[in-house]
């Protein structure tokens, strides 16, 4: 990789940081959470027999395509997600450079994976502002979507329209236009059903932010407002979300921690505020519910606990989380959304450590189920001997 194409790959990345702990200042009031799990369940029970379970990693620039795909599948997982910046191919409009995903998408074919493409990075002749990659224009996202999904028709299972509408590294700062996210999804979804009508299309996902502030907004106001812009239902298939305990276990809630708070080695935020918890997803859905749109559920397209000795400053809650907790609380993690309205999970991450910069400053590392040197941390053994 070319040292812009990595740094807008860290960039891109750079969103997954949680913007605050349990100190939320809100400059409107977000609609109040109400974990009506019983609902959920009944209006949106996912199978866990058809549940997706797959890796969210890196194959872009990566010579060595096939040894990704060997880990993939010897961790006994079926589906890959692939990161595309659209920017990266459709450099100048109309002007393609297929190159490098035309070999992704070849490697995954014959090894049999199932991949998703993860879209983001609008080029700059399309952005609302030029320092931040989100496209402006409905017709020129939904026209690359089409063209993309023309291209790998048959051979892509799905497609995540955009990501994190509601935090200032993708928009700008104040930049939240829940309005204009909805009119992307719209012609997003339009375009890749036209295209392929039996890929499936995922909201791109909205992450924890824990701020009502110009850095970000909380994921359930953000979410009530698009459902406002729409006047009715998600047009995706799926909604999208982005999954991110700190350091909070998987049973626990924002009355129910059971991680010390306040002893000597711990940190004392991220605690409180529902955003960093996994329920986190039964109130998103409350919020699907309340819009006549229960029926539909919810894809992880980035879940994940960080566990590290030495993070940078940004994830200092991954030293609460030792390697070994890691890896039982994604597998915990399974059986806890059994019978919620939740379709899939693309664990956050395979191998983006092998990519991160020395102070792991988005914590990619942290983050990963293998080191730096491509080995297996617990976590992968964990979900290796899960699923076999």
Not at 100 to 110: P, Y
Not at 187 to 198: I, M, N, R, S
Request: net charge negative; charged share 25%; aromatic share 12%.
């Amino acid at each position: 990789m070319t040292s812009n194409k990595i740094r807008n790959f860290l960039l891109a990345l750079s969103s997954l940081v949680i913007l605050s702990g349990c100190q939320v200042q809100y400059k409107d009031t977000p609609p109040k959470p109400i974990v009506n799990t019983d609902s959920a369940r009944k209006n949106g029970e996912a199978e866990m027999s058809n549940f997706i379970y797959g890796f969210r990693g890196q194959m872009w620039g990566v010579k060595d395509k096939e040894q990704v795909t060997n880990m993939i599948r010897n961790a006994n997982v079926d589906w890959f997600g692939q990161q595309v910046r659209w920017e990266d191919i459709e450099i100048r409009k109309g002007n393609y450079d297929w190159s490098e995903l035309d070999a992704i998408v070849k490697t995954c074919q014959e090894s049999g994976l199932k991949l998703i493409l993860h879209v983001l990075g609008a080029p700059e002749w399309t952005r609302k502002d030029p320092k931040y990659s989100y496209p402006n224009n409905p017709e020129d996202f939904g026209s690359f979507m089409r063209t993309l999904a023309s291209r790998y028709g048959g051979r892509v299972d799905g497609y995540e329209l955009l990501n994190e509408a509601n935090i200032a590294d993708e928009v700008g700062p104040g930049n939240f236009d829940p309005c204009l996210f909805s009119r992307l999804l719209m012609t997003g979804h339009e375009a890749v059903k036209y295209a392929d009508p039996l890929a499936f299309t995922i909201s791109g996902a909205l992450t924890p932010t824990g701020v009502m502030d110009e850095r970000g907004q909380d994921d359930a106001y953000y979410l009530d407002a698009l459902y406002r812009c729409l006047n009715g239902k998600l047009p995706t298939d799926y909604l999208g979300a982005h999954a991110n305990m700190a350091n909070n276990p998987p049973e626990d809630t924002p009355e129910k921690n059971t991680t010390a708070i306040n002893l000597e080695g711990y940190t004392t935020s991220y605690k409180g505020h529902p955003s960093f918890y996994l329920i986190r997803l039964l109130q998103l859905h409350d919020i699907m519910e309340k819009y006549g749109d229960a029926d539909k559920l919810i894809f992880v397209t980035e879940g994940g606990w960080a566990s590290s000795i030495n993070p940078h400053p940004r994830y200092i809650f991954a030293t609460d989380n030792t390697e070994e907790e890691q890896a039982v609380y994604l597998t915990r993690a399974l059986g806890i959304m059994k019978g919620w309205p939740v379709a899939g999970w693309m664990i956050w991450n395979l191998n983006y450590g092998k990519f991160t910069d020395p102070l792991d400053s988005f914590g990619l590392y942290a983050y990963s189920v293998l080191d730096a040197d491509g080995n297996p941390r617990p976590a992968y053994y964990r979900i290796q001997d899960t699923l076999k």
